[in-house]
Nanobody, 125 residues
Framework: QLQLVESGGGLVQPGGSLRLSCAASGSSGFTLDYHAIGWFRQAPGKGREGVSCISTSGGSTNYADSVKGRFTISRDNAKNTAYLQMNSLKPEDTGRYYC???????????????WGQGTQVTVSS
C-alpha cells in the first residue's frame, strides 16, 4: 500500500560516491514511520540481493557484508524519506537499486510488500 520512489542513481567512477533517496509518493497518503526500509540491488544477469535495512525509528541498521564500512543507511521520517549513502564504490556495486517497505527488517524478501521502481547505479571507469 505504501508507494515508494527511488532517485539518485547514475554513472560514477570506481572510488566515487552516490546518495540514493527513497521517498513516499506525494499522493499516497502514507508515511514511512510505520515501516522498516530495505535497500536491494540486482546486478545484470543476477538475482535481487539485500543490501541494507533500517528500522522504523532508525535505531537499528544492518548491512550485507559486501558493503559494510562503505554504505550507510539513514532515514528522516519528517521528510518521509530514507537514504543510502554509498562511498568507495566498486564495479561490483553496479546494478539497479530498489527500496522496499516491511513491518520490520527481515532476511525474507517476501516480507517486503511495497517496492519502488528502482534507480540504476553504474560504477565504471
Amino acid at each position: 500500500q505504501l508507494q515508494l520512489v527511488e532517485s539518485g542513481g547514475g554513472l560514477v567512477q570506481p572510488g566515487g560516491s552516490l546518495r540514493l533517496s527513497c521517498a513516499a509518493s506525494g499522493s499516497s497518503g502514507f508515511t514511512l514511520d510505520y515501516h522498516a526500509i530495505g535497500w536491494f540491488r540486482q546486478a545484470p544477469g543476477k538475482g535481487r540481493e539485500g543490501v541494507s535495512c533500517i528500522s522504523t525509528s532508525g535505531g537499528s541498521t544492518n548491512y550485507a557484508d559486501s558493503v559494510k564500512g562503505r554504505f550507510t543507511i539513514s532515514r528522516d521520517n519528517a521528510k518521509n524519506t530514507a537514504y543510502l549513502q554509498m562511498n568507495s564504490l566498486k564495479p561490483e556495486d553496479t546494478g539497479r537499486y530498489y527500496c522496499a517497505a516491511a513491518p520490520q527488517c527481515s532476511n525474507n524478501i517476501l516480507d517486503f510488500a511495497s517496492w519502488g521502481q528502482g534507480t540504476q547505479v553504474t560504477v565504471s571507469s
